[in-house]
T-cell receptor, first 112, second 110 residues
Framework: EPEVTQTPSHQVTQMGQEVILRCVPISNHLYFYWYRQILGQKVEFLVSFYNNEISEKSEIFDDQFSVERPDGSNFTLKIRSTKLEDSAMYFC??????????FGSGTRLTVV | RKEVEQDPGPFNVPEGATVAFNCTYSNSASQSFFWYRQDCRKEPKLLMSVYSSGNEDGRFTAQLNRASQYISLLIRDSKLSDSATYLCVVTYTGGFKTIFGAGTRLFVKA
């Protein structure tokens, strides 16, 4: 079964540093997403990406965040100047035109 | 009012029981609806899409009532492996924006 791959599985970073979370969506999917889930809380939408541009973003996705599809396979989320409250599980997801969203196994980001 | 609201749970049921989860959404422009399950510290996994005509997949039945802005999930003959958190998901703007409910925790006991 095709899967969404995320790396690293766990990232520890110091407050104020920049991190890049990486995702390889399912190859024939066209729509890409990032979500986060703070421990014990609900899954929150961050951003959707289609046709090499952002389609929608939430109020969480401010200037601290950016996304990029640098080549035909990778989809990245960059978080600049990380804060303690950025500690969360970050999920990447992709979907084709009609289907549901397939999630990667997530990157656990810990900001210390 | 929350955009997507679910029964708070947890639900504790014996094996073989039938259990129903409810979900309401506030935005009438919502377009697509899904139920996901999430195991502890794992990614959400698609359980089923939800259609106005209702749909069934084995022991699972999902219903959508657009007029009442209400979605339901029925699990029959519960198994121990059904223990998880069930997430109601609503999408907008052609699927570009997704809103998750907070989830309902289910414990199935032997």
């Amino acid at each position: 079964e095709p899967e969404v791959t995320q790396t690293p599985s766990h990232q520890v970073t110091q407050m104020g540093q920049e991190v890049i979370l990486r995702c390889v969506p399912i190859s024939n999917h066209l729509y890409f997403y990032w979500y986060r889930q703070i421990l014990g809380q609900k899954v929150e939408f961050l951003v959707s990406f289609y046709n090499n541009e952002i389609s929608e973003k939430s109020e969480i996705f401010d200037d601290q965040f950016s996304v990029e599809r640098p080549d035909g396979s990778n989809f990245t989320l960059k978080i600049r100047s990380t804060k303690l409250e950025d500690s969360a599980m970050y999920f990447c997801a992709s979907r084709d035109r009609a289907g549901g969203y397939t999630f990667g196994s997530g990157t656990r980001l810990t900001v210390v | 009012r929350k955009e997507v609201e679910q029964d708070p749970g947890p639900f504790n049921v014996p094996e073989g029981a039938t259990v129903a989860f409810n979900c309401t959404y506030s935005n009438s422009a919502s377009q697509s609806f899904f139920w996901y399950r999430q195991d502890c510290r794992k990614e959400p996994k698609l359980l089923m899409s939800v259609y106005s005509s209702g749909n069934e997949d084995g022991r699972f039945t999902a219903q959508l009532n657009r007029a009442s802005q209400y979605i339901s999930l029925l699990i029959r003959d519960s198994k121990l492996s059904d223990s998880a958190t069930y997430l109601c998901v609503v999408t907008y703007t052609g699927g570009f924006k997704t809103i998750f409910g907070a989830g309902t925790r289910l414990f199935v006991k032997a």
